[in-house]
């Protein structure tokens, strides 16, 4: 299912001058995010840089002071613009909230639910969907990453990279237009991360629309289609991962990259 010539040109998302201050620390100026269908976006910098906050601005978990999101049309909807500058309102932000879907750094699963639960609670309250269907859905997806035999357990007795895997088909369940990941991969210990980039990974080949904030470079150079990095709450380059990655024209983006590969 990867995507076609015509279904790449197509725009998912257009975020433009996303502004940000908590109190008096400004930590988002005239951010531009596009994001067409099938590409995947990674988003780096050094920590504090406003990564995570331009990520939870994309779906409302942050109000951005000022800016616009704007998602192109999807299948069972038409576009949809959020302008931040005006008073949002809850039924603007629930649709936004609707087109994508986060999966967290720390997994964020309720402890209380088993994984079965945790996928399909959204599917079935928030969607409605009829609850035969979601359970079928979440069934398939757990046996797509390895993990049908853990239907019936609970958060605390699976490992953090198996955690991690029920939180990505928890997002996958909603059947966003686009998925958001939030360092996916940075709470886990190092020989748990290779399981769910490998998830990840296989994602990308399938065509998903996908922006994720990470410190895993080698992994974005492999996986990602552009590259955006930020520092001080500001885009200080973008472009193709192998160019950004390999040939930054930038200092900041040079010394970054040379830290860390
Ligand atoms: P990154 O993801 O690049 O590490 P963040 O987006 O998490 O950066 O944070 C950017 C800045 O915003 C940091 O200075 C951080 O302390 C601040 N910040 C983030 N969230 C909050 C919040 N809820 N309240 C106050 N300050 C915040």
């Known amino acids: 299912m990867s995507p076609t010539n015509e279904s790449h040109s197509t725009s998912v998302l257009k975020a433009r001058n996303l502004a940000k201050a908590f109190g008096s620390n400004v930590v988002l100026r005239d951010i531009d995010v596009d994001i067409r269908r099938g590409q995947v976006v990674a988003l780096i910098g050094p920590s504090g840089s406003g990564k995570t906050t331009v990520l939870r601005s994309l779906n409302g978990l942050e109000i951005p002071d000022g800016g616009t999101v704007t998602f192109g049309n999807s299948d069972g909807g038409g576009e949809l613009a959020i302008d931040f500058g005006t008073k949002v309102g809850k039924k603007d932000l629930a649709a936004l909230r609707d087109r994508s879907a986060m999966v967290f750094q720390h997994y964020n699963l309720f402890p209380h639910m088993t994984v079965l639960k945790n996928i399909t609670e959204g599917p079935i309250q928030v969607q409605k969907r009829p609850r035969a ?3 079928a859905e979440a069934e398939r997806l757990l046996e797509r990453v390895g993990l049908a035999d ?3 357990a609970y958060p605390f007795e699976l490992s953090g990279g198996q955690q991690q895997r029920v939180g990505i088909v ?3 369940a909603l059947k966003p237009q686009l998925l958001l990941f939030d360092e996916p991969t940075s709470a886990l210990d190092p ?4 399981e769910v980039l490998g998830v990840i990974k296989e994602l990308a080949e399938e065509g998903w629309t996908m922006v994720i ?4 470079l080698a992994f974005a150079q492999h996986v990602a289609d552009e590259v955006i990095f930020m520092d001080g709450g500001v885009v200080v380059e ?3 991962a192998a160019e950004v990655l390999r040939a930054p024209t930038q200092e900041r983006t040079k010394l970054f990259v040379k830290r860390l590969q």
């Open 191 to 194: 020989e748990l991360v290779g």
């Open 150 to 152: 853990k239907r019936d």
């Open 213 to 216: 904030v990470t410190h895993e």
């Open 170 to 172: 928890r997002a996958l």
């Open 133 to 135: 269907e979601a359970i």
């Open 238 to 240: 973008r472009g193709p």
